[in-house]
């Protein structure tokens, strides 16, 4: 086995160029990422951008034709390793066997990792199927199969946490009830890489995004930076005092506003010109009713940098 190089040993997981290839497609080409103790980091790309791909090489289930990966200071893949103990995974299409029940499910695979069952009574409250333990998991629903797949993923308080789109199938109430769980571990230390499609509930409960095309990593950082990189407008949405909308139109000609609704003018800006086109904007006094800032959502950002052609590799 290689030696890990000591500086890689603080990250959770440290991605060095990695590559992995299938015939002469490459499923995942010349990523370098790194993923920090403490940190929720949002994997975001299309079907077949290669995410998947990653969590595997992570895994150790499979392993790359190029490039290094360290997981918790040590190489991926050794089922003997006390590190692998340490990670918990929650694929997207999570299957259990229909006849046993969800207590019976969890124990085995507490015993997998050499949990004590009391830690499964824990869980399963945690995620809500307390009731429903002793039920057999062939009459559970698509929620509470992936509630039940959490607690999988949960056991032993990993320190390395990766989730395959794991809110497929719950509802607001629940989606909320697991976020929460999320930032709990994040406080307490442990690395979380979640991958979803469900862009707008990823905005504030993640502290950083990556975007993956075609196998490429094109975009790393935080939510600030990404708008940054993505240059996309922010929005001025203004709402105007009866019987003003036309003088007010005239006023601000030069920042080309669109009709919105009713009485309100859109006005579109560079990021860089956002305070002068706001003094512009509150020097026009009570012409202005009420006035919104819109940002760039992570479904603009998102669309940005996946619609284009894959520009240069990004290392974060």
């Not at 991958?195 to 995004?209: A, G, K, N, Y």
């Amino acid at each position: 086995m290689n030696a890990v190089p000591a500086t890689e040993t603080a990250n959770a997981v440290t991605l060095s160029g990695i590559g992995k290839r299938y015939g002469r497609y490459w499923a995942v080409d010349q990523v370098s990422l790194a993923l920090r103790p403490g940190e929720r980091l949002a994997l975001l790309g299309h079907n077949g951008a290669g995410k998947t791909t990653l969590m595997k090489l992570m895994l150790g289930l499979i392993r790359p034709d190029v490039g290094t990966i360290a997981v918790l200071g040590e190489p991926p893949g050794d089922a003997a390793s006390p590190t692998r103990r340490a990670i918990g995974f929650l694929p997207e299409n999570v299957t259990f066997h229909d006849a046993m029940t969800g207590r019976e499910t969890l124990r085995f695979y507490a015993r997998l990792k050499h949990r004590p069952d009391r830690e499964c009574r824990t869980l399963l409250d945690r995620v809500g199927l307390s009731a429903a333990a002793d039920h057999r998991v062939g009459t559970y629903s698509k929620g509470m199969r992936q509630r039940l797949g959490l607690a999988q993923a949960l056991l032993g308080d990993p320190r390395l946490l990766l989730l395959d789109e794991p809110t497929t199938g719950l509802d607001p109430a629940l989606r909320e009830a697991f976020y929460a769980i999320i930032s709990d571990l994040a406080a307490g230390g442990s690395a979380v890489l979640l991958s979803s499609h469900l862009l707008t509930e990823l905005e504030e409960r993640t502290d950083r995004i990556a975007v993956m095309n075609q196998g490429r990593l094109v975009a790393a950082g935080t939510l600030d930076q990404l708008r940054a990189d993505a240059g996309l407008p922010i929005e001025f949405r203004l709402r105007i005092a009866e019987g003003r909308l036309a003088p007010v139109a005239d006023a601000l000609a030069a920042l080309a506003p669109r009709r919105g609704g009713p009485l309100e003018l859109v006005v579109a800006c560079a990021p860089a010109d956002k305070m002068a086109v706001l003094r512009i904007v509150t020097g026009l006094g009570a012409d202005i009713g009420d006035l919104e800032i819109v940002l760039p959502g992570l479904d603009a950002i998102y669309t940005r940098f996946t619609a284009d052609a894959i520009p240069g590799e990004v290392t974060s």
